[in-house]
């Protein structure tokens, strides 16, 4: 809630809540969705952002009417516009054989970020929370427990994951799993040569000294490897979405991917990749039509195929 004061208080701040109309705050919403840009990125604000800054004011509001200052909360009135739904910047197959090929001149720590967030599909800020005592090595198991979150005032600290159903728990493959360990040895071994300059914590991404790793630092580091080895960078959360794309074009039906994304609702995993589900609907389609080839048949054949070699039919 501080951070979104940081928009409303300068645009609504000043005025008494009983002189804030309607028309302000659809100005307000408006404007910071033609105007407004993430101070980090420099991209345009996003509708759900718009709509977390109108919760945030309609809030005040209902509180207010609560205490009977108010009769209406004139957010009601409030219409959020919708955006064009843009693509996801996803890295291609090819980009990520590129990727890969060259890992091994990387240190471990960004190997097995990189890896791992594919493989896994999980938040930046879960990757960054995951501890050693999360890694069950004995069934190959991840569980995802809490999140790394950083804010100027509070620099880094550790928070709640960001739904109920973002507590998860995800199998991961031998490749996975034997960089954990390797990775795990190497650690160790670092914090025995820093001695008493280690911080000693339980995190599997930390800085130098043991600390909690900076949100930021992942990100700056593959917008560097990818001009490193020639592949253009997309974003940190382009490795999320490449593990959900590479799900959805496997086949894993709906409920199974929002359930290994962390998805709160359904809904959430049809609005951002439905193309992707249509494509493959595409392809059931497809499916369908080559497995009932028989059909299209003239009426001689199928029945000479059906009396010469009973369902093997299907097959063709």
């Not at 843009?86 to 590129?98: G, Q, S």
């Not at 471990?108 to 930046?124: E, P, V, W």
């Not at 879960?126 to 809490?146: A, P, Q, S």
Request: charged content about 25%; aromatic content about 10%; some cysteine.
């Amino acid at each position: 809630m501080k951070q979104l004061t940081k928009r409303v208080y300068p645009a609504l701040g000043h005025k008494r809540i009983d002189k804030i109309t309607a028309r302000d705050i659809q100005r307000f919403i408006t404007d910071m969705m033609i105007n407004g840009r993430n101070e980090t990125t420099g991209k345009p604000l996003s509708r759900k952002t718009a709509v977390h800054h109108l919760s945030f004011i309609s809030d005040v509001f209902t509180y207010a009417i609560r205490m009977g200052m108010l009769s209406d909360n004139p957010c009601r009135r409030v219409f959020v516009p919708k955006q064009e739904q843009l693509e996801k910047e996803i890295f291609t197959l090819d980009e990520v054989r590129t990727l890969f090929a060259n890992l091994e001149n990387e240190p471990m720590k960004y190997q097995l970020y990189l890896m791992l967030a594919i493989y896994s599909g999980f938040r930046r800020s879960e990757m960054l929370g995951l501890e050693w005592k999360d890694i069950d090595f004995e069934n190959d198991l991840i569980h995802v427990r809490r999140t790394s979150q950083y804010t100027a005032e509070k620099g880094i600290y550790t928070d709640t994951t960001k739904t109920r159903s973002s507590k998860r728990v995800s199998k991961m493959p031998g490749i996975i799993m034997d960089l954990l360990r390797r990775f795990r040895t190497e650690q160790t071994i670092e914090a025995r040569r820093l001695g008493t300059k280690w911080v000693e914590n339980d995190r599997l991404f930390t800085k130098w000294n043991g600390e909690p790793m900076n949100p930021q630092t992942p990100f700056e580091w593959l917008k560097g490897y990818c001009g490193r080895v020639g592949v253009p960078f997309k974003n940190i959360h382009s490795l999320r979405h490449l593990h959900a794309s590479l799900l959805i074009f496997e086949g894993v039906d709906v409920v199974a991917v929002s359930a290994d994304m962390g998805h709160s609702v359904l809904g959430t995993t049809l609005n951002l990749y439905s193309h992707m589900f249509q494509e493959t609907r595409a392809r059931n389609c497809e499916a369908i039509t080559n497995a009932l080839k028989f059909a299209h048949q003239p009426a001689e054949c199928v029945k000479y195929d059906v009396q010469n070699r009973g369902g093997e039919q299907f097959g063709t």
